[in-house]
């Protein structure tokens, strides 16, 4: 039965969000319910390309990415995918009307992680808009359910959210991606000479996308407001722990925000969009 079908998929996408990422779990908890089963199949979908760029090292990944892409867009023509993450992803992508050109732009960076290792000003932009604001900009066509005028009002500020969640996480993830990965996403820093002013330069650039995402959010509609706002926050707060942390020992741990904290979070972001303090 298709429908049988169609809700193991759901469930995959959703299972998927969960394994890997509490922080974003957390945040889509607090969405509301009518919202949640999109954005757990977005999260799928970029997850499951990311995973084939970042970890399927003894597996070709440029043969395995092309085929992602091309099954991506063959289950969005046909309505169906035998994948469970395309055919949830597909039915988010049809109902919402999300633009073909921002998973264009999505496999694009996919691509450039397996071809670029340095970045200069120009493909570090364009890697970013990639990876993670048409990903804002797809979750962006959920909140707004159609309201093609709120779109496109709130889409700059969609695009800064994302791009400040990448650029934390970059400097979060910057000894495994430097070091075991052989990356480096901020132009014009040399990683083996890294310095307490680069790192200030990179954190001054991260603020002024976090100030003009949280115009945004607050524009939202009450169904989102407060899920994103839960995502800010965790990510706001992970960037100021970031930012006490020492130059040189951003390299030697991973910093993280506990998962009681985000539960703490996730209840005060509740709460605040309940009683319209955000």
Known sequence: MLRIF????????????KSYSTSFSFGIKALSKSIQQPI???????????????????????????KFKKDTFFSIDSGISL???LNSFQAVVNEYKIDHKLINLFFNSMFMDLNSSIHDDDSYKKYILGSAEVVGLMCLKVFVDGDEKKYNQLKPHAMSLGSAFQKVNFLRDINDDFVKLGRTYFPGVDMNNFTEFD??????????????ALVGIKQLPSSSKGGVYLAYIYYYKLFKKIKTVPYYEIFNKRIRVQNSNKILLMFQSVFKNQFNLI
């Open 199 to 212: 790192k200030m330069v990179i954190e001054d650039d991260i603020i002024k996308d976090f100030e003009n």
């Open 40 to 66: 757990y199949n977005i999260y799928g979908f970029v997850r499951f390309a990311d995973e084939i760029v970042d970890t399927f090292h003894d597996f070709n990944k440029q043969e395995l990415l092309k």
């Open 6 to 17: 169609n809700q193991i998929s759901k469930s995959t996408s959703e299972l998927t969000t």
């Open 83 to 85: 994948n469970p993450i």
